[in-house]
């Protein structure tokens, strides 16, 4: 699919010589940069990865890590 975006120039001109240093198209270079922003971004796909580790983890034993974890939870804004 072809599309046309607007861009500052600074923008441009870093991912011009970004493409060149990687010997990438402009175009491979924009694409793949949307999917990693778009994957980074997306909130399910990013809890279920997290859900993912913590299952592949388990659930620690260690009374202080608990307890430091809680604290540190209960001082973070959600």
Not at 25 to 53: C, G, I, K, P, W
Not at 54 to 67: H, I, M, N, Q, R
Request: aromatic share 8%; proline share 3%; net charge negative.
């Amino acid at each position: 699919m072809k599309t046309a975006v607007s861009i500052p120039d600074d923008i441009f001109e870093g991912a011009e010589r970004f493409a060149r240093r990687t010997k990438k198209s402009r175009s491979r270079l924009f694409s793949e940069a949307l999917q990693e922003y778009l994957a980074r971004h997306a909130a399910d796909e990013v809890t279920e990865a997290m859900n993912s580790v913590c299952a592949e983890l388990g659930e620690t034993k260690d009374p202080f890590v608990s307890s430091s974890a809680r604290r540190v939870l209960e001082r973070s804004e959600w």
